[in-house]
Structures are given as structure tokens and as C-alpha cells.
């Protein structure tokens, strides 16, 4: 069903953390050239190893999505290293404060809208202007529950979430005559080596008990929904929002 991805090209933000070298491989493991986006670029190079060792082709390029020169200098060398126009682009990099609304500090909110809405506004526009000029393309803008849905103690992650949603519809709207798709992922919680401390806590274990499915995600839980909206099997498909999430959006009030 998928097989209209091979040898297109995509770029993964946040490719060297814990969803988005997933996202890497598992573009890969569809034929798809990846160049992984980052800023430790020390720990793309095994990443990289990792993809070729199982057949899959993949590059390494650096990018500070705080920064639109870097996000624009990284489309380049991606597309020189790829050989060609970036087709697919995974809007991943995500960063989370975690603090009470009344004690967050300008630093703290500041620094979560930077990297979790601005940058991901910097890497859809000069993805969609590139992909605009060839016709094509699909933009997976990687949003949260907490973009629909609220939680305590993130409010400008939630806030950040909420506006990456609306954009994804405001591109899509904007640039759905040009051939580009814009579709935002939106996660439950999912089980990667930063929380898998938490998720084995009490509380950890007390938030499992409120997922209608009593379980949180693996990061391969999202792999339809991703290869589906990177292929033409979406080509209906813009300015949607796929929630992957075990129900948890749909959890009782
Ligand atoms: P993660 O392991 O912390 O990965 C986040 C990645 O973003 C890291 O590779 C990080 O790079 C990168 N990043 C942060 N700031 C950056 C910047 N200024 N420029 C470029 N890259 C930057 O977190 P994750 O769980 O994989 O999350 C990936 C995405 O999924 C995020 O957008 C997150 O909000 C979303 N999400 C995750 C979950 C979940 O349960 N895990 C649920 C819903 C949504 P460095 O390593 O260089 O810091």
C-alpha cells in the first residue's frame, strides 16, 4: 500500500531523539532516503549506521530550529546529500517544561513556544516554499493530546500543541492548490527512554489507569498513521489530525 514511498525523500526534525529516529527508521524501512535533522549531530552518525545496516539509505544534517538560517541551511545540504528535493517532512523536535502555570518564568514559556511552535512554523514554511516550487509534498506536523486536550503542569507545551494544530490547518488550507499536504500526528503518551521511569511510578502507573485502553503507546503504535500520511495513500488527506492514542482523548469527563 505504501509502496509509492520508495525512493522518495524525506527530513526528520529531532531525528536523534527517542520518537523521531524512530520516525527515521521507519521511513527508511519504506524505502524512503532520510536525512536526520538535528543538533547532536555525534549522535546521528550510529543512527545513520543503524539504517544502512538494515538496507535503508539515510544523512546526517544539522539544525537548530530555533534558528531559521540553520533550518534553512540544513533543507539544503539534505537535498544535496539526498540528491534531490526533500518530498516528506517530519515536524518532530519537541522540547516539555514541566512546572506549575503560577512558577513558570518567562525563560520557561519562552523556551517551550520557541522550539515546540515557532520552530516548527520555521521548518513547515521553508519546507512548504520548496515544496510548492516541485508541486508535492507532505508535511507531518508532530503535535500531542495535550493540543486538544489539557493537562496540569504544561501549560505553554498544551498552549504550543493547540497552535501547531491550527497551523497544520491553516497551511493545508493555504497550500492545498500547490499539491502540498499538511497533517498533524497527535500522540497519546508513549513509552520512550525519557519516561519510562515515570510510567513504571505509581503516578505513572495511576495515569495508565485513566487510557480507555489501560496501556500507553510503544513508538511503532504510530507507524501507520505515519507511513499513511507520508504516502499517496493520504493523497485526500489534509489539514487532518490523526489522534494515536490508546482513547485517551476519549477518556470520561
Ligand atoms: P525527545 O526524545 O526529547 O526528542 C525530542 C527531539 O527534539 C530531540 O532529538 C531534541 O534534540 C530535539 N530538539 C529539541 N530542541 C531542538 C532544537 N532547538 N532544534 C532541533 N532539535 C531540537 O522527545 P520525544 O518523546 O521523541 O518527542 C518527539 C516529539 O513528539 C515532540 O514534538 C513531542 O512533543 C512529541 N510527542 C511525544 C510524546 C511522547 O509521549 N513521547 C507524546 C506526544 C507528542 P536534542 O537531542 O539535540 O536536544
Same mark, same amino acid.
Given at each position: ?47 545513520? =549506521? ?183 495513500? =493520504?493523497?485526500?488527506?489534509?489539514? =487532518? ?13
Amino acid at each position: 500500500m505504501f509502496e509509492d514511498l520508495r525512493g522518495k525523500r524525506a527530513l526528520v526534525t529531532g531525528a536523534f531523539g527517542g520518537l523521531g529516529s524512530h520516525f527515521a527508521r521507519v521511513l527508511a524501512g519504506a524505502g524512503v532516503r532520510v536525512a536526520l535533522a538535528g543538533r547532536r549531530i555525534e549522535a546521528g552518525e550510529p543512527a545513520v =549506521a543503524q539504517i544502512e545496516q538494515e538496507g535503508g539509505a539515510a544523512c546526517v544534517v544539522s539544525m537548530d530550529v530555533t534558528s531559521t538560517a540553520s533550518v534553512t541551511d540544513a533543507f539544503e545540504a539534505a537535498e544535496s546529500q539526498l540528491g534531490g528535493p526533500v518530498q516528506i517532512v517530519v515536524n518532530n523536535a519537541g522540547i516539555a517544561v514541566t512546572r506549575p502555570a503560577a512558577e513558570c518564568d518567562e525563560d520557561d514559556w519562552q523556551s517551550v513556544i520557541d522550539v515546540n511552535l515557532n520552530g516548527a512554523w520555521r521548518v513547515a514554511q521553508t519546507a512548504g516554499q520548496r515544496m510548492i516550487a516541485h508541486g508535492q509534498g507532505s508535511i507531518i506536523n508532530i503535535a500531542s493530546i495535550l493540543g486538544l486536550r489539557v493537562a496540569q503542569q504544561v501549560p505553554a507545551y498544551a498552549a504550543a500543541k493547540a497552535g501547531l494544530i491550527h497551523l497544520t490547518q491553516a497551511l493545508a488550507l493555504e497550500w492545498a492548490r500547490h499539491g502540498v499536504r499538511v497533517n498533524a500526528l497527535a500522540p497519546g503518551y508513549i513509552e520512550t527512554d525519557l519516561n519510562r521511569e515515570f510510567f513504571a511510578s505509581e503516578a505513572g502507573q495511576a495515569l495508565i489507569r485513566r487510557v480507555p485502553q489501560r496501556r500507553i503507546g510503544q513508538p511503532e503504535h504510530l507507524d501507520g498513521a505515519l507511513l499513511l500520511l507520508a504516502s499517496d495513500a =493520504a493523497t485526500f488527506m489534509t489539514g =487532518a489530525v490523526l489522534a494515536v492514542d490508546g482513547g485517551h482523548l476519549v477518556s470520561s469527563l
